[in-house]
Structure formats: structure tokens, C-alpha cells
């Protein structure tokens, strides 16, 4: 029932910045949590950060302090702010969200295609 479309990554040198977005669509049902997470070449996926409904934000210790992420209810749509980016930072960026159906309450969650985000000079 729900759908997340991702834009915004590319090529950034060193110490550049990039904003990447993800939409969900999807009218009924309730969305709890959206959130990005990224997987570099031969490592396991890993937590860049998750926004909840009330606009809670919980960052990977590797990105506080340059990442930011923001939403938009109303567009129900969540921002990755990367600034300083660096080389380590390299990989496939995925959405997430997290979601109840109205007409039950049942929790589920789903994943975007991911958008490679490359930092090199």
C-alpha cells in the first residue's frame, strides 16, 4: 500500500554536499517513521537516520553533526541534508518508512530501491 520513491544522489567531491528525498505515497494508512539507511560495497546495511510522526530524529554517531533529516508531513516526504561529505560515506542510500493500515492497525514496513551517493575527487 505504500510506495517510496527516492531522488537526489550523485557524484559529490570531498566536503560537498547533497540532499536526497524520498516520497511515500499511499492514503490509508498512517505513516509512523521514515528514515534512511546505506550500504557500502561489501558491508551490511547500516542506520543513517530516522525521523518519527512527531518529528523525532536519531542520527548514526558516523554522521551527527553533518547530516540532517527533515520531513514534510503533508507531502510525506523525508530529506537527507549531507553536508562534509566525505569518501567513507560512499554507498547505496535506501529509504524506509514505517506504517500502520488505518483499517487495522497492522504495522509494516517498507523499502526504497536505494540511490547510489558517490564522494570522490
Known amino acids: 500500500q505504500v510506495q517510496l520513491v527516492e531522488s537526489g544522489g550523485g557524484l559529490v567531491q570531498p566536503g560537498g554536499s547533497l540532499r536526497l528525498s524520498c516520497a511515500a505515497s499511499g492514503s490509508i494508512v498512517n505513516i509512523m517513521s521514515m528514515g534512511w539507511y546505506r550500504q557500502a560495497p561489501g558491508k551490511e546495511r547500516g542506520l543513517v537516520g530516522t525521523i518519527t510522526s512527531r518529528g523525532t530524529t536519531n542520527y548514526a554517531d558516523s554522521v551527527k553533526g553533518r547530516f540532517t533529516i527533515s520531513r514534510d508531513a503533508a507531502k510525506n516526504t523525508v530529506y537527507l541534508q549531507m553536508n562534509s561529505l566525505e569518501p567513507e560515506d560512499t554507498a547505496v542510500y535506501c529509504c524506509?518508512?514505517?506504517?500502520?493500515?488505518?483499517?487495522?492497525?497492522?504495522?509494516?514496513?517498507?523499502w526504497g530501491q536505494g540511490t547510489q551517493v558517490t564522494v570522490s575527487s
Open positions: 524506509n518508512a514505517g506504517y500502520t493500515l488505518r483499517s487495522s492497525g497492522r504495522y509494516l514496513e517498507v
